[in-house]
Structures are given as structure tokens and as C-alpha cells.
């Protein structure tokens, strides 16, 4: 009998391997047109793949690069790099000039240089940044986990309802902010996760807000959202005759104030406190209405970093690590709080029913392995 094979890929016939690697091709081109919503020529693809494969190596060879094991770009990556090149150059383009383009020589020499170059410099020249977590550590994952299962609930509901579909797209774009702050947290960009987190926080005050506060709230918060589309607007002199009566009936004489925070105004009691207990800000505004006044020293700690500073030096990451993910609980807890009522408010407009009758017990049950990851993250940076 012959010898048996030292390298388990000899064990592999080459046309197995090649079907393989086609397989994974077109998965991802498929993957890449449902992500983008846009359809490549699959057979230019097909090619480009082909030649940058080539010159990946020709590259990694002139700059004297060897590879350690598992360090060689994956092929969805390298698809990736490709598809996403042709859709960049091409996608504000007429359908014949992308034809023509795909089949011109010098177009398609420049991407299997340009991507080849990319690949190489960005996969393996890059300075490595050491995180104290990743996108696969638990604490991570518990929070990516609520809010894909939050957006996949909110994703259900369909209809006419304006406020309905506006508090909607809210609360989505607080899931995906929460999910970016979790991204940066993974990747050891700790100092920028405080700063979005920042976002995140008046944007959890503003939610509140709407959702506590009355019915017709809403549709004075869009209406008011006007004042920020002036410039350039064939409404604008209408507009800015509507801003000066507003701020004159209210008594406001700030207008960057009142376009900023106006609004408030409608909710019941601002109006009679305004001047006194309420002002047109965040601390003494939107931030106090929304019942979040004992969490303003973490937010104007966040505000410190906002701009360069000692203090983006002057702190470790792992403090900035500490202090997003135990303030990111907080605002989760709260949008989620929110979501609760939205989804069993509206869960007849959802097309699926069953999930929204379970969202409460499930995303609490998420909510629970976040809280049980931060005792860990306490317990391990206590000292520190």
C-alpha cells in the first residue's frame, strides 16, 4: 500500500478543494448583494478573484511578508475587498458604462493591484491594537445578543401608524448605537465607546421622553425636528416666522436654545417650571424631564473627552472599558424598558405575534446575563 500522506490536505482531491472554494465565492457574493442590496456581475467577480489571488501573493513576496498560520487573508475577506471595490466605482454609474468598464483591461488592472495592495497593507502591516475583550467574549456578545433580538422584533411591525413607525425607528437607531459602542469596546477603543455612549444617553432621554410623557408629544418633536433643516429649505422664511412666534410665546430669547431643546415645552409641567426648575439644556432640560438627573456626573464625565484632552492620556482603557459597559447597562435597561411597552402597545401591527408576547420574559432573561458579566467585570477591575 502507499504511504499515507503527511499533510492532511493531500487527503483532499483538487477538484474537491476548488468546489469548496467556490462555494464559499458565492455564498458571499450572495451574502455581500443582500447586505448592500446591490447585484455584481458575478462572472467579472469570478475573474477579479482569480487575479487578485495572484498578486496577493506577488505582493506578500515583494515586500518579504510570511505569514504565520491562520494569518493568510480569508477567502470570504478577499471576496469582500473586491465586491466592495467594483460597487464603489461603480454603483452611481449607468448600467452600460459598468459593462464597459468590467470588460476594459486597464479598469480591471487597477483593481487587482489596488486590492491586492489593500489586502496586504491592512491585513498584515497594520499595528495590532491589544483589546482586553473581543466581538466572542461573552460580556460583549450578551449585549449584541439584545439588541439583534430587539431589532429582530422591531423589525416585525408593519402599518400607517406615524408614531408608531417613528418611535420604530428610533428605538432601532438606539439598538445599532448600542451595538457600534459594543464594536469599539471589542476592537480596544475604549475612549470612543465613552464618547458614543455619550450619544446613546441623549438619545435614551429623548425616548423616554416620548414614550411617558403623551400621545401627541411625538408629532411636536417632528414637527419641531423642522427647525434643524433650514438652510437651503424653500420653507425656510415660513419656518423662521414660526421659530420667532414660538420663542416669543414662550418667553424663550436664546433661539439656538429652543431649536435645540423647544420641544420640552409641550411636555406638561415644563412650561410652568421653565426658568425655574427646567431650562432649555440637557442637564436642566431634557435630561431632568426624562428622570435621569442621577446620571448627569457620568454623562459630563463622558462630555470631558469629548475633546482632546489629559484626561484621554491621563486614563487607562480598561477604566473607560469599566465605566461604558456598568453606564451602557444603565441606558439599555431603560430603552428596553421602553421597547416593552412599545411592542405590547402595538403588537398588533407585528407579523410576528408570538415574538413580541415573548419579548418581555426574553429580553429580560439577556438583560440577566449582562448583569451576572458586569459582577465579573467588577470583581476583575476592582483593584485597578
Not at 505582493?59 to 460597487?87: M, N
Not at 451602557?328 to 435597561?333: G, I
Request: with cysteine.
Amino acid at each position: 500500500m502507499p504511504n499515507q500522506p503527511k499533510n492532511i490536505q493531500n487527503k483532499i482531491p483538487g477538484n474537491m478543494l476548488d468546489q469548496m472554494e467556490g462555494r464559499i465565492f458565492d455564498a458571499q457574493v450572495a451574502r455581500l448583494s443582500r447586505l448592500t442590496r446591490r447585484t455584481a456581475n458575478a462572472a467579472f467577480l469570478r475573474e477579479m478573484y482569480r487575479r487578485v489571488k495572484e498578486r496577493y501573493v506577488q505582493e506578500l513576496q515583494k515586500r518579504k511578508i510570511r505569514l504565520r498560520a491562520l494569518d493568510g487573508v480569508r477567502i470570504d475577506e478577499l471576496v469582500s475587498y473586491i465586491f466592495y471595490y467594483h460597487i464603489f466605482q461603480t454603483s452611481h454609474l449607468p448600467a452600460a458604462i459598468v459593462e464597459n468598464l468590467e470588460g476594459d483591461e486597464n479598469y480591471r488592472e487597477t483593481l487587482v493591484r489596488d486590492v491586492a495592495v489593500y489586502v496586504v497593507i491592512n491585513e498584515h502591516l497594520n499595528v495590532e491594537k491589544v483589546s482586553i475583550t473581543s466581538q466572542c467574549s461573552p460580556e460583549i456578545a450578551a449585549y449584541n445578543m439584545a439588541c439583534s433580538y430587539s431589532l429582530f422584533v422591531l423589525g416585525s411591525f408593519k402599518g400607517q401608524d406615524g408614531r408608531m413607525n417613528g418611535i420604530n425607528n428610533l428605538f432601532k437607531k438606539s439598538m445599532l448605537t448600542t451595538k457600534s459602542v459594543i464594536g469599539l469596546l471589542a476592537e480596544g477603543n475604549s475612549c470612543d465607546a465613552v464618547i458614543l455612549w455619550r450619544h446613546l444617553h441623549e438619545l435614551e432621554c429623548v425616548l423616554i421622553v416620548l414614550c411617558t410623557k403623551g400621545e401627541e408629544l411625538f408629532f411636536r418633536y417632528v414637527k419641531h425636528m423642522e427647525y434643524f433643516d433650514m438652510e437651503g429649505n424653500p420653507r425656510a422664511e415660513e419656518l423662521q416666522q414660526r421659530l420667532s412666534e414660538e420663542c416669543k410665546a414662550f418667553g424663550v430669547k436664546e433661539r439656538n436654545a429652543f431649536i435645540n431643546y423647544g420641544w420640552l415645552e409641550y411636555v406638561e409641567g415644563f412650561r410652568e417650571g421653565f426658568g425655574k426648575e427646567y431650562r432649555l439644556n440637557f442637564k436642566d432640560g431634557l435630561q431632568k424631564i426624562a428622570g435621569q438627573s442621577g446620571r448627569h456626573a457620568a454623562y459630563a464625565s463622558a462630555s470631558k473627552i469629548l475633546h482632546p484632552s489629559a484626561w484621554v492620556v491621563a486614563i487607562r482603557d480598561d477604566k473607560f472599558y469599566k465605566f461604558t459597559m456598568f453606564e451602557l447597562y444603565r441606558s439599555l435597561t431603560n430603552i428596553v424598558a421602553q421597547i416593552k411597552g412599545y411592542v405590547d402597545r402595538y403588537r398588533s401591527s407585528s407579523d410576528k405575534p408570538n415574538e413580541c408576547a415573548a419579548y418581555a420574559r426574553t429580553i429580560d432573561g439577556y438583560l440577566k446575563m449582562i448583569e451576572r458579566n458586569n459582577k465579573v467585570i467588577a470583581v476583575k477591575y476592582a483593584k485597578r
